[in-house]
């Protein structure tokens, strides 16, 4: 598709999410489309639903719009919001969460206003999909982050095939194989472990870190090999995981980042030999897919979304969810493999075409298709 200057956008689409200040996976991915569709013709903006906030922000301010606070409360809520919705029409809706489509539902006067549902979460809370398909009749469609959340939203839930289109978050790729990547854990004697994503039991089950941590003080590794785990992230669990891997981290070093800006995350990215993930299900994780970009080796749960892009023993390890002593029989496998840095480069070559280049291509011919068709919307559901 032949780029064009942002001053010439051929449509315009307005993402809508709760909160651009929550630093998660999503703020980041809507921060990455602001910089890349505008190149491929497309206006693009994002709009939080909840008030502007003191604290980090990945969206810069040019891209960024607020729902004036005063206007989330009171009678004329809807009569408010519609006016303030009106001003960027015409235009795609994106609606990044549940919660943000129900708003546009609401927000929204017009039954032949083109919105996309993006579907983020293979969440096993059944409200959770109940809250996404309620509207599918009046809505463009959906776009499933991955080829599992697709599967679902056709099989069980009776969303036509043709009204699901699959285009996974862009990441940050690596332009190559870091030429400054540590050593194999077998030659350097040291086996860096990185957990980097949202602190939370609720789908990430970051208390098993804790027990992965306490296996690996039980393993037989060798004596001259240097273990430690970076954590990367916040979040509801955050302190009381501290809290245990402190006391149960014997010979394991604990390096605790918090939040950090995403260049300093992509520096860990690179000095980490491995990524671990605990989750007993994901959307597409973004975290994993990058430090994968940087040659980290992902040792993660055997979990839909990432059978999608780990094959087990090519490009990473898989092990059963809560199975923690598999997780760090896993990771101290390592310490002794020949292969490490095949792996390694394996992991980084399978997640290349993944770029945020790669997936705002897809946003802007997806929605050049759609706006040379016609399409009609069933009855509001008010």
Not at 18 to 37: K, P, R, S
Not at 189 to 218: C, E, S
Not at 271 to 298: K, T, W
Not at 341 to 356: F, I, K, M, W
């Amino acid at each position: 598709m032949q780029a064009v200057t942002a001053s010439e956008p051929r449509f315009r689409a307005l993402s809508l999410l709760d909160d651009v200040t929550a630093l998660g996976g999503v703020e980041a991915f809507q921060y990455d489309l602001a910089a890349e569709l505008p190149k491929l013709g497309v206006g693009f903006r994002a709009l939080s639903i909840k008030p502007k906030m003191k604290g980090p922000r990945r969206l810069p301010e040019w891209a960024v719009d607020y729902m004036p606070c005063q206007w989330l409360r009171g009678p004329l809520v809807r009569v408010r919001g519609r006016r303030f919705i009106r001003q960027f029409s015409p235009c795609f809706f994106l609606a990044q969460q549940p919660s943000s489509l129900g708003f546009l539902m609401a927000m929204l006067p017009d039954r032949r206003s083109p919105v996309l549902s993006i579907v983020h979460n293979n969440s096993i809370r059944e409200q959770y999909w109940k809250n996404q398909v309620r509207w599918q009749n009046n809505i463009l469609g959906y776009v499933a982050v991955s080829a599992t959340i697709r599967d679902r939203l056709v099989e069980e839930f009776g969303v036509e095939s043709e009204r699901v289109w699959t285009i996974s978050c862009g990441i940050s790729t690596a332009k190559s194989y870091p030429e400054y990547r540590p050593l194999p854990p077998r030659e350097g004697r040291q086996l860096a472990l990185l957990y980097a994503g949202r602190l939370a039991t609720y789908a990430k089950q970051v208390m098993d870190l804790v027990g992965v941590v306490q296996a690996l003080n039980k393993e037989a590794l060798p004596r001259d090999c240097e273990v430690s785990l970076h954590v990367v992230g916040d979040g509801p669990e955050g302190k009381e995981l501290r809290r245990e891997l402190t006391t149960h981290a014997g010979r394991v070093r604990l390096h605790w980042h918090g939040r950090v800006p995403r260049e300093e995350l992509f520096r860990i990215y690179e000095q980490a030999h491995c990524c671990l993930l605990v989750s007993s299900f994901e959307g597409m994780p973004m975290a994993l897919r990058e430090a994968m970009s940087r040659g980290a080796v992902p040792v993660v749960t055997d979990i839909a979304a990432h059978r999608e892009i780990i094959a087990h023993g090519e490009n990473g390890y898989l092990f059963p969810v809560g199975d923690v002593a598999g997780c760090a029989r896993l990771c101290c496998s390592l310490v002794t493999v020949d292969d490490y840095e095949r792996v390694s480069r394996s992991a980084a070559l399978s997640v290349q075409d993944q770029s945020v280049e790669a997936t705002a291509a897809k946003y802007a011919g997806l929605l050049d298709q759609l706006s040379q068709q016609e399409w009609h919307r069933g009855n509001r559901q008010d």
